[in-house]
């Protein structure tokens, strides 16, 4: 008999601060005080987010030799080529390599970005076959850790090869010209959050002072690479790499030229897509506006869109692209929202739905939006998901994998036990703790799900299966303001390990109603003092009425409607009370 399908359960769990606040004034609120210490933040000078304070380039390993090899380019006018990555992280990287070696001095600089469903991930041979002309050097962005074949066909063909990556590296390293990547061995740059982009950008200021220290630049003619980080902060925050301090700079820095309007064309059009305002722009419009936009090019169609659109200086051009990739972004919607429900539909049917590694594969699927499907039902069901596509259309032997996993259970790892238990199971794979990506035979299917769902069963326990919602606390009475929504979005930028203040609280259900199909709309009334509070919750709805009195989890958000600015409270999560 079919067992039923598991219960996502969710238990909220408040922060504590780490330290004692001191030294902030009277004018900042004692509740965004109470956030940052429990992020860690306990002064004001941890929360001033200046470009001075950035870490230091020479300390990214790999970096004299990797400078040394661009400045020879630049000088000897070799053709270079900038070998990108077809996500987000991997298109802004590309555009801030291109402008940046431009700005530099480089004055034969291109791009490629290899269609995945014809060259695969990286700098793979079939991607270097496909390059004419021969270009001198390759420098790659996003990608090329794991690239030991395409670097040697690069080899083989005369060509040198810069790896800028910031993903963990495999047990052997492509025997690159030069390397940059924080997450070498032996690397002792203090961060190890950097992205791809954020890479990209740390090799241009070390080449910078290497020119400076050279005399190459006349005076007052020095590039200004700061005009780069809109680009260095949509990628970011879009490939959620954690926001620690040094990349919190880095997004605060880029966010600021956006909301003074001195963004890159591309990056303003898309903004204006997707019905943002420049002028208020915070961390999670990039990720959940900006970021799937570019995203969806390389899913669906092909990422050099998403890279001219931020390569173009001319802001009409720029309006055009970004409207074609929101229209791409909604077709992706569209196919995922499809596939996510199909993938409900076998999770609900399946006989064996206690897996606790869930695989799944359907013929029809994409293989460009599988990610977001395995992501969509590992946030449901609180387990690791892998989703499965066949390669291509052309390709229906093969199948790609896309996984998303949950806290305790380190998703690389477990394909690198599963490949030592398997070996030839798996033809190849890689990635970090939370997300990899993975290819293997159609007929292997059945056997990889059961081998996965195995080394689940070992590494995780009923405690890991319990979701965690972690709040700040209760708000105080009359505390829910506008004035401190607004405090509390001008303290971010809130993103990945640097979390959206949270809070949780007791009310009343005052009144409901369904928005669309799923989401709902509510008044909640604090029975402390009797204030009714206006609230939303995306996908809350699942045909019940909520709970008379219930306990939220809540984010305190601006209502934007109309020019008109209130506060208001987005429902993470209520239960009753």
């Given at each position: 008999?079919?067992?039923?399908?598991?219960?996502?359960?969710?238990?909220?769990?408040?922060?504590?601060?780490?330290?004692?606040?001191?030294?902030?004034?009277?004018?900042?609120?004692?509740?965004?005080?109470?956030?940052?210490?429990?992020?860690?933040?306990?002064?004001?000078?941890?929360?001033?987010?200046?470009?001075a304070r950035l870490l230091s380039p020479q300390q990214l390993g790999g970096v004299d030799r990797a400078v040394a090899l661009l400045s020879e380019a630049i000088r000897d006018n070799w053709s270079i080529l900038i070998a990108g990555d077809y996500d987000c992280d991997g298109a802004t990287g590309t555009a801030v390599a291109v402008r940046g070696l431009r700005m530099l001095g480089a004055r034969n600089v291109d791009y490629v970005v290899p269609n995945r469903f014809v060259h695969g991930y990286g700098l793979s041979p079939a991607l270097v076959e496909s390059l004419e002309p021969?270009?001198?050097?390759?420098?790659?962005?996003?990608?090329?850790?794991?690239?030991?074949?395409?670097?040697?066909?690069?080899?083989?063909?005369?060509?040198?090869?810069?790896?800028?990556?910031?993903?963990?590296?495999g047990e052997q390293l492509?025997?690159?010209?030069?390397?940059?990547?924080?997450?070498?061995?032996?690397?002792?740059?203090?961060?190890?959050?950097?992205?791809?982009?954020?890479?990209?950008?740390y090799l241009l200021l070390a080449l910078r002072a290497s020119l400076r220290e050279q005399g190459v630049f006349a005076a007052g003619s020095e590039p200004d690479l700061s005009v780069l980080l809109d680009l260095v902060a949509v990628g970011t925050v879009a490939d959620l790499v954690p926001l620690d301090y040094n990349n919190r700079v880095l997004v605060e820095a880029g966010m600021r030229r956006v909301r003074s309007g001195r963004g890159h064309a591309g990056v303003m059009a898309l903004v204006e897509a997707s019905q943002r305002s420049a002028a208020t722009l915070c961390a999670s419009d990039l990720g959940y506006a900006i970021g799937p936009r570019l995203n969806a090019a390389g899913r669906l169609e092909d990422m050099r869109i998403g890279v001219e659109c931020l390569l173009t200086d001319d802001p009409m051009q720029a309006r055009r692209y970004a409207e074609l990739l929101s229209s791409i972004n909604q077709e992706r919607r569209e196919l995922q929202a499809a596939m996510v429900a199909e993938a409900e539909v076998m999770v609900s049917r399946a006989a064996d739905i206690d897996a606790v590694g869930v695989a799944l594969f359907e013929p029809s699927w994409h293989a460009g939006v599988v990610g977001l499907v395995a992501s969509k039902l590992k946030e449901r069901l609180h387990r690791p998901v892998i989703a499965f596509a066949p390669a291509s259309e052309d390709q229906p032997e093969e199948?790609?994998?896309?996984?998303?996993?949950?806290?305790?259970?380190?998703?690389?790892?477990?394909?690198?036990?599963?490949?030592?238990?398997?070996?030839?199971l798996i033809a190849r794979f890689g990635g970090h703790a939370m997300a990899a990506g993975l290819s293997l035979k159609t007929e292997?299917?059945?056997?990889?799900?059961?081998?996965?769902?195995?080394?689940?069963?070992?590494?995780?326990?009923?405690?890991?299966?319990?979701?965690?919602?972690?709040?700040d606390g209760e708000l105080p009475p009359g505390a829910a303001t506008l004035e401190l929504a607004r405090q509390l979005r001008a303290a971010g930028p809130w993103g990945q390990a640097f979390p959206e203040p949270v809070f949780d609280n007791l009310f009343e259900c005052a009144s409901?109603?369904?928005?669309?199909?799923?989401?709902?709309?509510?008044?909640?009334?604090?029975?402390?003092?009797?204030?009714?509070?206006?609230?939303?919750?995306?996908?809350?709805?699942?045909?019940a009425p909520p709970p008379v009195m219930l306990r939220a989890a809540y984010e305190l958000v601006i209502n934007d409607w109309q020019g008109r600015e209130s506060a208001r409270l987005l429902l993470r999560y209520m239960e009753p009370a």
């Open positions: 008999m079919a067992r039923e399908r598991p219960v996502k359960r969710v238990s909220l769990r408040r922060r504590e601060a780490v330290g004692v606040p001191t030294g902030w004034g009277a004018d900042v609120h004692p509740v965004v005080q109470q956030v940052f210490a429990a992020r860690g933040v306990l002064s004001p000078s941890d929360a001033e987010y200046r470009l021969t270009p001198q050097l390759i420098v790659t962005v996003d990608n090329g850790v794991a690239s030991i074949a395409g670097v040697a066909a690069a080899h083989a063909r005369g060509t040198r090869v810069i790896v800028t990556d910031h993903h963990l590296p492509p025997a690159a010209d030069a390397m940059v990547n924080p997450n070498l061995g032996g690397d002792t740059f203090p961060s190890k959050a950097l992205a791809g982009v954020g890479v990209m950008f199948l790609r994998g896309s996984a998303r996993s949950i806290a305790g259970f380190h998703i690389r790892d477990a394909l690198v036990m599963i490949d030592a238990r398997h070996p030839g292997d299917y059945p056997r990889f799900a059961a081998a996965f769902d195995a080394i689940a069963r070992e590494w995780l326990d009923e405690d890991h299966l319990q979701a965690v919602q972690n709040t409901w109603r369904v928005m669309g199909e799923r989401h709902l709309r509510l008044s909640l009334r604090d029975p402390r003092d009797g204030s009714v509070h206006d609230a939303v919750m995306f996908n809350g709805y699942e045909g």
